[in-house]
């Protein structure tokens, strides 16, 4: 099989050969895909978890048969404490070592400098930087050098993310972006991680489906949107950090590891 550089290098541009990918893997099974990732990219794959109950589920799979894809995690500086419990417990449970990527103390502090520690609350743009410095620049380094990153996303979380496909050309990152999870409903993730006891954070049980920074992050009402309780001041069409722009929420120019 031939591997993302080489497909790239020999006339074919990523978004024709995500499509390609696409159509090749429609309707695989999330552990096929991560093998067929393993095995396509090599040690040019690296997987970005925010830690949410779809990354948890894709560690187990991946850790329970040893695939050699790394695990990334972007440290915000701001997370919940739960959420660093999480990443200790996932270490020991899986004998893997997360791999953390925080943001530029230099660039936080002129940030904060400029703008104040809770300059999210005072404009969507300011709430984009915050994200660009916390998140963004960190997602950078983190993928440097890859060809392809593997995200927990999944289609029905939010209408920014509906058109979601298990492969597609992540153009902001230049490189693939694959969502093994694209096709799965929250209740599947969650038979998942009760059938195999997958450690996930104690937050989702009080009312968190979906778990940021602890300042933009609110529980939601039963029935709400799962995504209703991230930026909760913000109109939904904007509600993404730019860690995953893809076409929806390009339009409405969204430009967050599934964060
Ligand atoms: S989620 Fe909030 S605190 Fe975290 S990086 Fe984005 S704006 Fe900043």
Redesign the pocket.
């Known amino acids: 099989m031939a591997t993302a550089a080489t497909s790239v290098e020999s006339g074919r541009p990523g978004p024709e050969k995500a499509a390609a990918w696409q159509r090749e893997l429609a309707g695989s099974a999330p552990e096929a895909v991560l093998a067929w990732a393993a095995q396509t990219f090599g040690d040019r794959v690296v997987f970005g978890s925010s830690l949410g109950a779809e990354d948890q589920v894709l560690v187990h799979m991946i850790a329970t048969v040893k695939l050699q894809i790394p695990v990334f995690t972007l440290d915000?500086g701001?997370l919940f404490a739960e959420s660093y419990d999480l990443m200790a417990q996932t270490e020991e449970r899986y004998g893997i070592r997360l791999q953390v990527f925080c943001p530029d103390a230099a660039e936080v502090e002129a940030l904060v400098a400029e703008h104040g520690p809770n300059?999210?609350r005072k404009s969507v743009a300011l709430?984009?930087l915050?994200?660009e410095?916390?998140?963004i620049h960190p997602l950078r380094r983190a993928l440097a050098g890859k060809a392809a990153w593997i995200c927990g996303l999944r289609a029905d979380q939010s209408m920014t993310r509906s058109s979601l496909q298990v492969v597609e050309w992540d153009a902001a990152n230049g490189l693939f972006k694959i969502s093994p999870l694209a096709g799965w409903t929250d209740a599947a993730v969650w038979s998942f991680v009760r059938t195999h006891q997958v450690p996930c954070n104690p937050l989702h049980e009080r009312g968190y489906p979906s778990i940021?920074?602890a300042?933009?992050?609110r529980a939601v009402a039963p029935g709400e949107d799962v995504r209703a309780g991230?930026?909760s001041w913000e109109t939904p069409e904007k509600k993404e950090?730019g860690l995953h722009a893809h076409a929806a929420a390009s339009a409405a120019r969204s430009a967050?590891v599934s964060?």
Request: net charge positive; proline share 0%.
């Open positions: 915000t701001r300059l999210f709430r984009r915050c994200c410095v916390r998140k940021g920074c300042c933009c992050t991230r930026w950090c967050c964060g």
